[in-house]
């Protein structure tokens, strides 16, 4: 197994001495309420712990609650489709870095966040046309990187990313449909 905890400047692996386990439940549903739109709803909820030195604690980067809402409605024939998205992430216990010095903490637990993406589609005879934007809201984590000014410094660390570091995104394309 990978331990975090165990020193922020090494990656320790070791054979698992103790309790593990994952628990998941997962609820979806999608309703209609007139022609041509969808609402679609998924929740998450993630019980997952596992044994370190002894204790039973939960696993980093792991969220309790994750939420899906997707919107999308299509025009008759499809000629047309737009949908949206949002997705709620819970926090997640990230890995301890107590030892480390004051500039170089992070905190115990990542920032709940909500992401909102977004697409518009217009469909020809043999192409789609697509136009869309991802992270909306343009959420980011500040200063992922732990000590990103020294790369081959004792604290460097790269693997504390919880969240999304680029900004909103967008992006158009072509869709070829060959039959």
Same mark, same amino acid.
């Given at each position: 197994?990978?331990?975090?905890?165990?020193?922020? =400047?090494?990656?320790?692996?070791?054979?698992?001495?103790? @309790?593990?386990?994952?628990?998941? $439940? =997962?609820?979806?549903?999608?309703?209609?309420?007139?022609?041509?739109?969808?609402?679609? $709803?998924?929740? @998450?909820?993630? /019980?997952?712990?596992?044994?370190?030195?002894?204790?039973?604690?939960?696993?980093?980067?792991?969220?309790?609650? +994750?939420?899906?809402?997707? $919107?999308?409605?299509?025009?008759?024939?499809?000629?047309?489709?737009?949908?949206?998205?949002? =997705?709620?992430?819970? +926090?997640?216990?990230?890995?301890?870095? /107590?030892?480390?010095?004051?500039?170089?903490?992070?905190?115990?637990?990542?920032?709940?966040?909500?992401?909102?993406?977004?697409?518009?589609? +217009? @469909?020809?005879?043999?192409?789609?046309?697509?136009?869309?934007?991802?992270?909306?809201?343009?959420?980011?984590?500040?200063?992922?990187?732990?000590?990103? /000014?020294?790369?081959?410094?004792?604290?460097?660390?790269?693997?504390?990313?919880?969240?999304?570091i680029m900004g909103t995104t967008i992006y158009a394309g072509l869709r070829l449909t060959i039959k």
């Amino acid at each position: 197994m990978l331990d975090l905890d165990r020193d922020p =400047q090494q990656a320790v692996f070791y054979n698992l001495s103790g @309790r593990s386990y994952s628990n998941s $439940l =997962q609820i979806d549903g999608m309703i209609q309420p007139f022609r041509g739109f969808e609402i679609t $709803l998924a929740g @998450r909820y993630n /019980d997952v712990k596992r044994t370190y030195d002894g204790r039973l604690r939960e696993v980093p980067f792991v969220s309790k609650f +994750k939420g899906l809402i997707t $919107l999308a409605y299509a025009t008759r024939f499809e000629k047309w489709r737009f949908d949206v998205t949002g =997705q709620f992430n819970g +926090k997640s216990r990230l890995p301890y870095t /107590d030892s480390n010095p004051e500039p170089f903490l992070r905190p115990h637990y990542s920032k709940e966040y909500f992401l909102l993406h977004a697409q518009v589609t +217009k @469909r020809f005879k043999h192409i789609d046309i697509y136009l869309g934007a991802e992270n909306i809201t343009n959420y980011m984590q500040h200063h992922p990187i732990v000590s990103a /000014d020294e790369p081959f410094g004792k604290y460097f660390d790269a693997s504390m990313i919880w969240g999304p570091i680029m900004g909103t995104t967008i992006y158009a394309g072509l869709r070829l449909t060959i039959k």
